[in-house]
């Protein structure tokens, strides 16, 4: 895949662990290691061409000219992969999404996965999966984890070149089905970028990343050994844990929206009537609902009777970033 084009698409990921803030934010470098589960099903393709004729990178999304803010952002990320191919083009970036974006579905993770893949193959860098990783982390801190399928964490890394992420259990490993209420598909108001820099204005930051090992530790145990009941009470822990540091930031940030309460509520209640079932809400007011393959119909239809005007979308463990045809 050399003459300086290449495609790859990726799915985005949902973190069981949250990364919220950075110990350095122009690197990306996290507060915390994170795991997640990536997200079959829903896919970014991300084609990019090298072309000397250029005197700038463009940026579509969607079939849309990205904003200023966008391009700039995807230009850094193919500066340093510019300054490892000592090449200097530029390059026409085109990314397509098939799930609505910037609403809390982790777009930003498998968008700089695809990113990441396809440029360093345009730019003929023969890397190993781990490098990717490390480099599109420097992009989105979560599309580390979205260069590989099934159960993934990523580390906190004590440099650069240590952040990246690792597969911990394959696709095949756990049937488990991520219902994904989409409630809202406003964007928005503060990307994950800017929440990622006001963590550390909360109070109870420091004590959240202090107790991460303790939840990875936990959370790894219960993918390893397919314990739903462990998986649930760790994973809703790290979630409420995450919006207890955004809601205690300076200013505060609250992602969630009555729907996004109401639901979480209900889901506990069903795990305490029986269901094998527990919620996770990324930096947005969609709830992602967690359950077992084999209940994944009971949970839909309590979820349909919920909230009945929300879009229902179903996940499941998906499979790595990978380059296709350009
Ligand atoms: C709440 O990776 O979107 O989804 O590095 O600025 O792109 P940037 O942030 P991003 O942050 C993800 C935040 C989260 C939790 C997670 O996915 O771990």
């Not at 992009?139 to 240590?162: K, P, Q, W």
């Not at 992602?288 to 209940?295: F, K, N, P, S, T």
Request: aromatic share 6%; net charge negative.
């Amino acid at each position: 895949m050399t003459n300086g084009a290449a495609a790859a698409v990726s799915h985005p990921n949902i973190a069981f662990i949250k990364y919220w803030g950075n110990r350095q934010d122009d690197l990306r470098l996290p507060a915390n290691g994170s795991i997640s589960m990536t997200l079959g099903g829903l896919l970014t393709r991300t084609s990019v061409r090298f072309d000397s004729q250029l005197e700038a990178d463009q940026l579509t999304v969607n079939g849309q000219p990205a904003s200023e803010e966008a391009r700039l952002r995807v230009s850094a990320h193919l500066d340093y992969i510019r300054s490892l191919s000592r090449s200097a083009e530029y390059a026409v970036v085109e990314s397509q999404s098939d799930f609505p974006s910037a609403a809390g579905l982790a777009s930003s993770a498998s968008a700089f996965a695809s990113l990441t893949l396809a440029a360093c193959a345009a730019a003929s860098l023969e890397l190993d999966p781990r490098d990717i990783s490390r480099i599109a982390r420097r992009g989105s801190g979560s599309a580390c984890r979205s260069v590989f399928g099934g159960f993934v964490e990523a580390y906190t890394g004590e440099t650069d070149l240590y952040g990246y992420a690792q597969q911990l259990a394959a696709p095949d490993h756990w049937d488990l089905v991520d219902w994904i209420v989409v409630s809202s598909q406003e964007p928005k108001q503060v990307g994950s970028s800017e929440g990622h820099r006001l963590a550390a204005a909360s109070p109870l930051q420091a004590t959240r990343v202090a107790d991460t090992p303790r939840r990875l530790n936990l959370c790894r145990q219960a993918i390893l050994g397919r314990d739903f009941a462990a998986l649930a009470s760790v994973v809703e822990q790290d979630s409420n844990l995450m919006h207890a540091v955004m809601l205690t930031s300076q200013p505060a940030l609250m992602y969630w929206q009555p729907e996004t309460v109401q639901l979480m509520q209900a889901i506990r209640r069903w795990r305490e009537q029986g269901l094998s079932v527990c919620y996770t809400v990324d930096a947005g007011p969609n709830v992602h609902c967690l359950c077992r393959g084999e209940q994944a119909e009971q949970v839909v239809h309590q979820l349909e009777s919920l909230v009945p005007e929300a879009r229902l979308i179903r996940s499941g463990p998906g499979g790595p970033a990978r380059l296709v045809t350009a």
